[in-house]
């Protein structure tokens, strides 16, 4: 099991910043890939970004720019920082991370972070 706790989230005006944090505890070994996803009211979920095991990143076309993925692996803890947010960004963050053991993949999800983005 993996064990998400994020935080970092709040209210905003608009063109100004954030970082979020999700830190990670249980078995980190078999995490392969960790991120954050969105869920604005009324639309479906999506992703924002995410980092391998490896290192690679990967941003929605929506950040891109604006958003950094990064992690910590003495802290098994990843940062979102946003910047230039948008009232577009407001949304419910989800931090997640892909586990595989064996032939065994799962899905972890923390309990979300609310972004308010607003003047």
């Known amino acids: 099991q993996v064990h998400l706790v994020e935080s970092g989230g709040g209210l905003v005006q608009p063109g100004g910043s954030l970082r979020l944090s999700c830190a990670a505890s249980g078995s980190i070994h078999t995490i392969r890939v960790m991120g954050w996803y969105r869920q604005a009211p009324g639309k479906q979920r999506e992703l924002v970004a995410t980092?391998?095991?490896?290192?690679?990143?990967l941003y929605a076309d929506s950040v891109k720019d604006r958003f950094t993925l990064s992690r910590d692996d003495a802290k098994n803890t990843v940062y979102l920082q946003m910047n230039r947010l948008s009232t577009e960004d407001t949304a419910v963050y989800y931090c997640?991370?892909?586990?595989?053991?064996?032939?065994?993949?799962?899905?972890?999800w923390g309990q979300g972070t609310q972004v308010t983005v607003s003047s």
């Open positions: 980092i391998t095991e490896g290192g690679s990143i």
């Open positions: 997640n991370a892909w586990t595989t053991v064996i032939d065994e993949e799962n899905d972890w």
